[in-house]
């Protein structure tokens, strides 16, 4: 399964009332991506989380471990990983920054260090 949700920013010329309306719909946009990765978490599923910056194109990736999982110690009892992308999306969406958040179940065999996953769209 996989999720995307656009976060842009609004265009120079636009009016007040339009920079206001696009600021309400990215908030509500991140708020739906902090819903669903705190939802997955508490389903158990392991799953990746991008945030892709539009300006520049780099990609942030963070892996989300079900909880008990021993493959990466991770002290998740504590929900440290789930917290830190949630404060990242919070900042980014204060800061009104142009930025795609993605959700990717991982299905084994691949992951975004190697070399065959496909990983989030280009944020072009």
């Not at 909880?67 to 504590?78: K, L, R, W």
């Amino acid at each position: 399964m996989k999720k995307i949700y656009f976060l842009t920013r609004p265009v120079g010329a636009a009016t007040r009332s339009g920079k206001w309306r696009n600021r309400l719909k990215n908030t509500y946009k991140s708020t739906d991506a902090i819903r669903d990765i705190i939802d997955w978490t508490t389903e158990g599923r392991e799953f990746y989380v991008a945030i892709i910056f539009h300006a520049t194109g780099e990609r942030r990736v963070f892996h989300m471990n079900p909880p008990g999982s021993a493959e990466i110690c991770t002290d998740f009892a504590t929900k440290r990983p789930v917290l830190n992308v949630i404060d990242q999306i919070l900042r980014l969406t204060a800061q009104n920054a142009d930025i795609d958040i993605c959700l990717l179940q991982r299905r084994r065999g691949g992951n975004p260090d190697s070399g065959r996953w496909d990983g989030p769209p280009s944020a072009a």
